[in-house]
T-cell receptor, first 112, second 115 residues
Framework: KNQVEQSPQSLIILEGKNCTLQCNYTVSPFSNLRWYKQDTGRGPVSLTIMTFSENTKSNGRYTATLDADTKQSSLHITASQLSDSASYICVVGAGTASKLTFGTGTRLQVTL | DAGVIQSPRHEVTEMGQEVTLRCKPISGHDYLFWYRQTMMRGLELLIYFNNNVPIDDSGMPEDRFSAKMPNASFSTLKIQPSEPRDSAVYFC?????????????FGAGTRLSVL
């Protein structure tokens, strides 16, 4: 069964600090991996998409890495801002039809 | 473009009633997805359409759920009869292509409460 597990479940950090969110998956055959940001009361918004051949991708202060051998991905947030407070969801696509499996997310809170 | 538009934003109904959720995808997008999100299970794909045709409805929980896409600019998700365990946030998303170079674009969601 395809699964995506994210850690930690929740995280509190001070504004300006960096943080790293983890995503481990058992999805086969792997097609792509996406990170979404979901603000409270809003729909998810895509941050990055990586295919098998990509091991890093950046979007501003967000940098995602992918290790297809260990089936792990991380999302690194640099110099966090209050607006980074949200849930971050890891989504892995499988097969040519890219059937998506969603993680349950990491809830990040950035405080003063 | 205004993005994916869902209505209503909030719906409160009583058990046994019919509920219809509506979605207008981004113009030009050829894929439309319906998701359900709960605290316990996170996001779950219910069904998706390609060019208005349902492709995969394996995520639809049971026969009480049905979805239609009569044209490229409108889709509905209907629950009949509704039950308290259907309470969740329902998202509609659209994309250009199955993968979507920038992922799927989600609407703001409909928060459904079944009493």
């Amino acid at each position: 069964k395809n699964q995506v597990e994210q850690s930690p479940q929740s995280l509190i950090i001070l504004e300006g600090k960096n943080c790293t969110l983890q995503c481990n998956y058992t999805v086969s055959p792997f097609s792509n991996l996406r990170w979404y940001k979901q603000d409270t009361g809003r729909g998810p918004v895509s941050l990055t998409i990586m295919t098998f051949s990509e091991n890093t991708k950046s979007n501003g202060r967000y940098t995602a890495t992918l290790d297809a051998d260990t089936k792990q991905s991380s999302l690194h947030i640099t110099a966090s801002q209050l607006s980074d407070s949200a849930s971050y969801i890891c989504v892995v696509g499988a097969g040519t039809a890219s059937k998506l499996t969603f993680g349950t997310g990491t809830r990040l809170q950035v405080t003063l | 473009d205004a993005g994916v538009i869902q209505s209503p934003r909030h719906e409160v109904t009583e058990m046994g009633q019919e509920v219809t959720l509506r979605c207008k995808p981004i113009s030009g997008h050829d894929y439309l997805f319906w998701y359900r999100q709960t605290m316990m299970r996170g996001l779950e794909l219910l069904i998706y359409f390609n060019n208005n045709v349902p492709i995969d409805d394996s995520g639809m929980p049971e026969d009480r759920f049905s979805a239609k896409m009569p044209n490229a600019s409108f889709s509905t998700l209907k629950i009949q009869p509704s039950e308290p365990r259907d309470s969740a946030v329902y998202f509609c998303a659209s994309s250009l292509g199955r993968e979507g170079a920038r992922g799927q674009y989600f609407g703001a969601g409909t928060r459904l409460s079944v009493l």
